[in-house]
C-alpha cells in the first residue's frame, strides 16, 4: 500500500486558485490511480477527480468542478495535484487524496484503497 499526504490547503477569496499536493510514499507509485475527493461539514463525502496510471490519459471529473479544477500526476515525484480555479465558497471542504490499486481512474469512493489525512480548503465570499 502507499501512504499519502495532502499539502496546499489554506483560505482564500472567492475566484482565487490554490493548487493541492499529494506526496506518496510506500509502495510503487505507478500501480496505482488516484483520486481526489472532498467532504463539507454536515455533507457526504464526494468525488471531485481522479487520474488513471499511470499515463494519467483518463481524468474523469464531477460536474461541479469541470472547467475549474485540473488533476495532474507527476510520478517521478509520487505526487498527485489538484489545481483549483474560480474558487467558489460550496468548494469549502476537507479536500482528501486517495489512491486505487490498478490503471483505471474511478469516482467511486469505495474503490479506493489508501487515503490521506486531508486538508482544508476554505472559500469566502
Known amino acids: 500500500q502507499v501512504q499519502l499526504v495532502e499539502t496546499g490547503g489554506g483560505l482564500v477569496q472567492s475566484g482565487d486558485s490554490l493548487r493541492l499536493s499529494c506526496a506518496a510514499s510506500?509502495?510503487?507509485?505507478?500501480?496505482?490511480?488516484m483520486g481526489w475527493f472532498r467532504q463539507a461539514p454536515g455533507k457526504e463525502r464526494e468525488a471531485v477527480a481522479a487520474?488513471?496510471?499511470?499515463?494519467?490519459?483518463?481524468?474523469p471529473y464531477a460536474d461541479s468542478v469541470k472547467g475549474r479544477f485540473t488533476i495532474s500526476r507527476d510520478n517521478a515525484k509520487k505526487t498527485v495535484y489538484l489545481q483549483m480555479n474560480s474558487l467558489k465558497p460550496e468548494d469549502t471542504a476537507v479536500y482528501y487524496c486517495?489512491?486505487?490499486?490498478?490503471?483505471?481512474?474511478?469516482?467511486?469512493?469505495?474503490?479506493?484503497?489508501?487515503w490521506g489525512q486531508g486538508t482544508q480548503v476554505t472559500v469566502s465570499s
Open positions: 486517495a489512491a486505487r490499486a490498478g490503471s483505471v481512474a474511478s469516482l467511486l469512493m469505495g474503490e479506493y484503497d489508501c
Open positions: 510506500g509502495d510503487t507509485f505507478i500501480r496505482y490511480a
Open positions: 487520474i488513471s496510471g499511470p499515463g494519467g490519459t483518463n481524468t
